[in-house]
């Protein structure tokens, strides 16, 4: 039988973004993202986390610091009973930070850096997830972008500090607390 899932951006969603979030020390969960959680979990939903990670790429941070501050976010929500399914995280960036930097083996295009769907694809794939019913709350375009190419009808675009450029279907709302009228 397939699932639903609701799939969340992490950084701006889970957490405040304030750029290349990447230590314990630096993570500040967003107010109100455990009480979507749990609604979302109520309703039947996976919890499936899907992020850009463009610093691993920059070199600001390696995929194994990602996967400690990972590690540490999911054991915070288990702590609230709120289990994560996955973590999908695209390391990949197709300009270097800049030209002393160089280049490395994440510096590419790729098809799994969102507004590409592949990450929410290989999720579904893995997961056994029903996309049409399922739902992703980010808080930028390109989350919506790669939602709308993955076939996910439901999405929930957070006001942030990115422009909204106005031309994709989403519900817009102004903070995470919101998200749950729309999850069903």
């Known amino acids: 039988m397939m699932k639903k899932a609701l799939f969340l951006d992490r950084d701006g969603i889970i957490n405040i973004d304030h750029g290349y979030v990447h230590k314990i020390e630096e993570f500040e969960f967003v107010d109100g993202i455990f009480d979507v959680c749990r609604y979302a979990l109520d309703m039947g939903f996976e919890i499936i986390v899907i992020t850009n990670q463009a610093g691993i790429a920059r070199g600001y941070y390696s995929v194994s610091d990602f996967e400690v501050l990972t590690n540490w976010m999911k054991v915070e929500f288990a702590k609230r009973d709120i289990p994560i399914s996955d973590v999908y995280f695209c390391p990949h960036h197709p300009e270097p930070k800049n030209q002393e930097q160089g280049h490395n083996e994440f510096v590419k295009t790729c098809d799994c850096r969102k507004p590409a769907p ?39 675009l957070v006001s942030s500090q990115y422009q909204d450029d106005g031309n994709t279907h989403a519900h817009r709302i102004n903070c995470i607390k919101e998200a749950a009228a729309f999850l069903c």
Not at 126 to 155: R, W
């Open 118 to 156: 592949g990450m929410i694809l290989q999720a579904a794939k893995d997961h056994n997830i029903n996309i049409a019913h399922s739902a992703f709350i980010g808080d930028k375009v390109s989350d919506m972008k790669a939602a709308e190419a993955a076939g996910i009808h439901n999405k929930i």
